[in-house]
């Protein structure tokens, strides 16, 4: 039975996505008037979204990171960045697009655990991403 194996890398067209959109909320945030303390606590707080998102999205450093994954028709597998495995199934909250793929899992045993993987053009080679397109969108691998 045919499969696929990828290995997601960080993505610098995602870091900058997420560098570009953090630094539009700045402007918006400077031009909406909620005083001197609603701009300094919503600085700080896109400050702290923009770190978070940049290291789990866009460059892949957090624990939970996916590092390989393995699919198939209807099974997933997942390993994160400490080599911990686990069966997942994909779930229906998931986007694909010809620039950007979100997939959203759980896991099937050991209850609400939640994975999500962004996929952005260059987080995989080109052969790769677009076997994964092609199974997400059509269920069958190409």
Not at 72 to 91: A, C, F, H, P, Q
Not at 98 to 124: H, K, Q, W
Request: proline content about 2%; overall charge positive; glycine content about 8%.
């Amino acid at each position: 039975m045919n499969r696929i194996e990828f290995m997601p890398k960080p993505s610098k067209w995602l870091f900058f996505v997420q560098l570009s959109l953090h630094g539009l909320a700045f402007v918006a945030l400077f031009c909406a008037n909620i005083g001197l303390l609603g701009e300094g606590l919503g600085c700080l707080l896109l400050l702290l979204s923009g770190y978070r998102q940049c290291w789990l999205w866009a460059l892949q450093r957090g624990s939970r990171s996916i590092v390989k994954g393995i699919a198939m028709l209807d099974r997933w597998w997942l390993m994160d960045r400490l080599n911990r495995k686990y069966e997942v199934i994909l779930s229906g909250e998931s986007l694909v697009t010809t620039v950007l793929i979100i997939l959203n899992f759980r896991m099937i045993e050991g209850g609400r655990r939640r994975f999500r993987l962004v996929l952005a053009p260059d987080s995989l080679d080109f052969d790769a991403l677009r076997r994964l397109r092609v199974l997400l969108m059509h269920g069958f691998i190409a």
